[in-house]
């Protein structure tokens, strides 16, 4: 996910043309919408796409980032999501605003989210499909491997897209994510 | 068994009009790797077209295949293409010997057999770059040995 050089080859083997990227998943929801027929099933499905990265990406997150204390309560939550890992593994900064409910519930500003670039949504999707669900679930899938269980929804603004968290409750089950409990 | 159904239900071939919505729908369905391809053709096509726009007007069938293998390529794919050989009749083999789709298969003929799926994507891709430039084409590709990678590209005879 990370820009070209100027001769077009990519510096580093393990990342791929942003192109590329933003227009295979445009296929791919595209190609689900004609699977399934109905947006909010799509929406659905991109959240639990995500959230299965979500759990893996966890481990990677922590795996790289040793330094990174163990988040107390939502505001650490919001900051390490867009200073660290939001920056990390979608190539953007995000900022954070819309506190509300006590400090509970949050929204991640994405500036220039590289999923929507190319992207144009027609106008009988924009109530029912979240196009970038996808991000949204990846955040739950990753807190949820680290016990916070959140709520999480990507809305996508004229200018930016914003995620929606609401942190539900913290875990106490020690199993991990995605085992059947 | 959408086939059987249809060959159960059609005795006699006159009768195949009246069973046109089901035929219509056999054909439609189609299979993960065509839909795969599909896709890629569609990706493939805009890139293309993005791409090509800067470049200088390609005047013969080699220069959009080379355009494919070195800018389109190392754009896509990170790299340009290994070999390209052609027999001057339309086909055209390109290898590249570390294809960016494959790289995370270990290196081995273990996953060979398996492969076909992952490979569907990008050869629609290439299919839908061509398809911009106004050639079109069959593509498939054949692994040996991971990750390398060997695309045969059947270009059409121009009208």
């Known amino acids: 996910m990370s820009k070209t050089t100027k001769t077009g080859s990519l510096v580093d083997a393990k990342k791929m043309s942003a192109e590329l990227f933003t227009l295979t998943y445009g296929a791919f929801v595209t190609q689900m919408l004609k699977d399934y027929e109905d947006p909010q099933v799509v929406t659905a499905k991109l959240d639990k796409i995500g959230f299965d990265m979500g759990t893996v990406l966890a481990d990677d997150f922590l795996a790289k980032s040793a330094n990174v204390p163990r988040c107390q309560d939502c505001k650490q939550i919001a900051e390490v999501l867009s200073k660290l890992a939001i920056p990390n593994y979608l190539g953007v900064p995000a900022t954070v605003s819309n506190w509300s409910s006590g400090d509970r519930e949050f929204s991640l500003i994405i500036e220039s989210n590289p999923l929507t670039e190319l992207v144009e949504i027609p106008d009988h999707l924009k109530a029912t499909l979240n196009y970038s669900q996808v991000i949204a679930g990846a955040i739950r899938g990753a807190l949820e491997a680290l016990h916070f269980k959140v709520y999480a929804v990507a809305v996508e603004n004229a200018s930016n897209t914003e995620i929606r968290i609401k942190l539900d409750s913290i875990l106490k089950d020690s199993l991990p994510a995605g085992e059947d409990y | ?159």
Request: aromatic letters at 10%.
């Open chain 2, 1 to 159: 068994n959408r086939w059987k159904e249809i060959a159960e239900s059609i005795v006699d071939s006159t009768e195949i009009d009246k069973y046109d919505q089901l035929v219509k729908q056999a054909f439609m369905h189609s299979n993960a790797e065509t839909q795969l391809e599909s896709m890629g053709y569609r990706v493939g096509f805009v890139l293309a077209e993005r791409l090509s726009k800067d470049a200088a007007k390609f005047n013969t069938e080699l220069e959009i295949v080379k355009f494919i293998c070195k800018e389109f390529w190392s754009n896509v794919f990170g790299k340009q293409v290994d070999n390209l050989r052609t027999n001057h009749a339309g086909v055209y083999v390109v290898q590249d010997n570390n294809f960016s789709m494959l790289r995370t298969f270990s290196d081995s003929t273990q996953f060979t057999k398996d492969i076909g799926i992952y490979l569907a994507f990008p050869s629609g891709v290439i299919r839908g770059a061509l398809a911009c430039l106004n050639v079109q084409a069959i593509v498939t590709a054949t692994v040996e040995s991971l990750p390398v990678v060997k695309y045969h590209l059947q270009l059409a005879k121009k009208a």
